[in-house]
Each structure stands twice: as structure tokens, then as C-alpha cells.
């Protein structure tokens, strides 16, 4: 027996206590950097909150630091804290603005060895605390087409693609999905993945670029994707990201923040329609962990 079918079994068994639904799992990712990523991570972070939901971000981008730059905070502690040191759920989550969680992955997630069962165990528990402390947990991945990065986003019932009209950006996209599609992990049935068109200078560029990254999706990967809506070029996001606060919570009057509240506003009434596979943050990280120890 491996160890993800271990974790598997463990969470099957309820020896995963659970007080309250699972969380919701969304992953925020992207074909190369720079493109906004972790922008509309935060972003979308405090626009659920403003809808009342709680929210913990996992920044899974290791070797960055993108999303406590824009949180204004240092961790004290992160996911490899919880794995190797000992530490549980709560100490390794540092609070940020309108009290959305965040958790730094560290480095230590990519050079887990054999764990004991009851290692993982413990693990598994300590992990699944975060389904009684948030409503949603938005994992932010790193930018590209690493194994990682795709263990990731095949640990995950929603993938949100950030792409911008960039050439290189629609192009990166495609290969990354590629990838995706051709990962002997992906549940298609169970997996929806959505575009957010990013810096577009125009109402309709958005939709535009989706249906150029569609045509060839459709064609070539037989992969169904979703337009979730636009992000506008905006200079008061700028603004916002060089004083390190969302755009949400600076002004949310301007473009941006508008555009970020319509986008969390659709992923809300998908989950209202029970479109969404809600997995809950052990399975996904069972995963992750089992991944990482039998590859």
C-alpha cells in the first residue's frame, strides 16, 4: 500500500473528525510569471471575505515570497514547521488584513522522505484542522509547468488560469494545460478549470483571448475550460501593490477591485449550484504527500 492510498484510508476511516463541511479547495495558477497571479490570489481572498466566507491562503509558489510582501507580513512559521518541528495548524497560520489567513509552504514539502503511518497520521490531522478553520483555502502555485506545480493542480478540484493578452502568456497557458492533460493524476470529471483573463485594455479583450486559448484547447486536448471574467489594466492595482494592500481593500471602487468582486461573485454561485468537487484539504494534500514520497 502507498502512502497517499495510507492517507486515503486514514480519512475514510473518520479518524479525521470533522465539525463542519470541507473546505473548498481553489488553486490559482499560471504559465510563466508576472502575469498576476498572486494579485488575484489576495485579491479574490478578500472578496470572499467580504461575503462573509473564511479564507486561508496557501502560497505554494516556493522560493517567493509574493503573497506576505502583499500581506505586509513575515511568517513566523510555515508548512515545513508543521511537518518537521512539530507544530500544529494554528501556530503556522499568520493573520492579514480583514483577518484572511495565510500560510507560508516553505521548502521542506519537496524533500519529504518515508513517513510512518502514524507520522502521517498526525499530519493528516493536523491538516485537516483547516476545514474547521476556513470556508475556502486558495492555494497560489508557483508560475510555469514544474512537477510541482502540477502535483498541485491534479490535488485540485478547481483551477483558476491567470493569462493576459501577452502572446507568450496564451502560449504558456496552452502548455501548461498540455501537461496538465497528459498527468496520469488529473480526474477530468472532477476537475474544473476556469481562465481569468488579466490586464485586458478593453470590455470584450477578455473574452477574446479565452476563446483564442479555447479554439485550441477544444481541438487539440479535448480539456473543457470556462471564461470566469477580465481584470482590466489599472493603474490604482499599481498603486495598491507598491503599499503592499489588495486593490480590494485600498479602493474598492476602482476597476480592478470591481472586477475581482464579479469574479468571486460567479465562483460563489457556482459553489451555491454545487458545480464545484469540494475535496477537502486532507484529500488534497493526501495527494500532494503521497505524490512527493512514492515519486
Partial sequence: MDQAEQLRNII??????????????????????????????????????????????????????????MFGAVPKHNLSDL???GKNIKDIITWG??????ISGGSGITGLSNLSKDYLTDIVHNLAELDTIADVIIVDTGAGISDAVLEFLVASGEILLVTTPEPTSITDSYSL?????????????????????????????????????????????????????AVPQDPLLAKAVMQQLPVSLQNPQARSAQAY???????MKQDEGQNTQKRGVAAFFSHIIGKRNNG
Fill in 12 to 69: 475514510k476511516a473518520g479518524n479525521v473528525k470533522r465539525s463542519r463541511p470541507l473546505a473548498r479547495v481553489i488553486t490559482v495558477t499560471s504559465g510563466k510569471g508576472g502575469v498576476g497571479k498572486s494579485n488575484t490570489a489576495i485579491n479574490l481572498a478578500i472578496q470572499f471575505r467580504k461575503m462573509g466566507k473564511k479564507v486561508v491562503i496557501l502560497d505554494a509558489d516556493f522560493g517567493l515570497a509574493n503573497i506576505e510582501i
Fill in 83 to 85: 511537518i518537521y518541528q
Fill in 97 to 102: 488584513p480583514m483577518e484572511v489567513g495565510f
Fill in 177 to 229: 494545460l498540455k501537461a496538465l492533460n497528459g498527468h496520469p493524476g488529473l480526474e477530468r470529471d472532477n476537475t474544473q478549470i476556469c481562465m481569468i483573463a488579466n490586464r485586458v485594455s478593453a470590455a470584450n479583450e477578455g473574452e477574446v483571448l479565452f476563446q483564442k486559448l479555447d479554439v485550441v484547447v477544444s481541438r487539440y486536448l479535448k480539456l473543457p475550460i470556462t471564461y470566469l471574467g
Fill in 261 to 267: 468582486e464579479e469574479i468571486a461573485a460567479k465562483l
